[in-house]
């Protein structure tokens, strides 16, 4: 009875008008829309506002599509240079004139298979490879290598020094910062840390210590603040070491706690040091030490730490100062007098530049405030290293979307220029990363490789990637060695 008037009541109701059809209508006008506005001009405005490209069909185009022909290196014969040769280098059609820097020297066919000598003496590689023959006589060779997130977690650094380490002796990552942002991303060494304030060139605060050669300060703000290193089987020249250094500043005599791995605790004292950079040393003998940890058990204030060094005997060692977001201009943090200090103890032969990914974007348009930039960070190195050599490597290559193509971005080859310009001005090496990587297109061509060679966001190297950089540069290396040696150049 109840379910017969249910239904009695439902007929009752007014009968609903089918929709479907308009709702069809509908969406087949939406995406004959989407498919004309996908068809606009890239850069139309409507009333002075800029209209943004788009493309529905984006997500559904292949990658082989996606990405851009492979562009090969400019020809040996470079002695008639044409204005086409330039669209590798830079738009004219869209850029004003003196907007990016100068167009390349005729000599481009070089760039990226030597390095270029621009010291005012010519001799930077030769004083450099003069110090690589004395280590057959117990010397220790140092490179400092400056750079930003492209190296950062010793990728590239990691297998260059790995590789010459190899040939020419040493044995140990070299230095070591106290604290890091990618220590679990690090294949070099295995390292935890706990209890530590960090100040750093990048990270902003009202004040700060004087920082330390690789652009950080560390101090302890709890007691028992712990730092622990230990060797990685990944590299074979970096699983040991027989000489511990930690270099501090103390207001007053302080007291720590050192292990060697599989020994027992010993305490130790750090003498305070006047305001200027001290060091302590732990040595031991072949096999040397597998892991290695300091404890402080005091938090008071006047006792900064600035890194440790992991070595073993004569060889080449390269120091990776890598700091994210350093453009080079944060560099202007150190002092001087206080990175000379840290110098003294190292004696570096060769110190390396690598900036300019965080200048690098899509929209850039005119790169003179960062040739600035670079300017004053190049003259204040030479202040921070008087009489030593300075390589620059120059920023390597890094696309994104123009409309709905991957491409190198625009900036890239303006910029390298300008850094090959600066490190002419100032008498430094120089080398073209952009077209040793293989020039334009190159960085998404190592993102589609299997394995890959460099992340999606076709900024960065992965450890593979890093591997191939790393030979890359070690190859380079000795090749030049092989050229000095013969008096004559390699090309």
Known sequence: MALRQIWKSVLLLPRMKNYLSQTLSLAFLVLLLLTGLSLLPENMSIGGLPLRKMDIFADIRSDAKAMPPKQETPPPDTTAF????????????????????????????????????????????????????????????????????????????????????????GAGVGFVPITSEVAQFKRTFKHSFRGWNTFSIVKKTESRPPLGINGYAYCPMEADAKIHYEGSDYFRRSKSWTEFRLFYTAQQDRFFVWQEQGESPKTELLKATSGRVGQWIWESNYPGATGFACRFPDSATGLFLYGASLESGPGIYFDNFSVRGNSGGPLRLLKPDFIRQFDAYQNYDLVVLQVGLNAVTNSLNNIKWYEAELDRTFQHLKACFPGKTILIVSVGDRAGKNGTELVTMRGVPAIVAMQRDLARKHGFLFYDLYWGMGGPGSIIEMAHHKPRYANTDYTHLTHEGGRVMGHLFAKLFVEEQ?????????I
């Open 82 to 169: 044409t204005p086409q040769d330039t669209s590798a280098w830079v738009d004219l059609d869209t850029l004003a004139t003196d907007s990016v820097g100068p167009l390349p020297p005729k000599d481009s066919a070089f760039f990226g298979k030597i390095i270029e000598d621009y010291t005012f003496e010519q001799a930077g590689l030769g004083r450099f490879f003069e110090a690589v023959d004395s280590i057959r006589w117990g010397r220790k060779v140092r490179v400092a290598w400056y750079g930003d997130s492209f190296v950062e977690g010793d990728i590239l650094v990691g297998d260059l020094r790995d590789t010459l380490q190899s040939i020419w002796g």
């Open 482 to 490: 092989a050229a000095w040696r013969a008096g004559k150049p390699k």
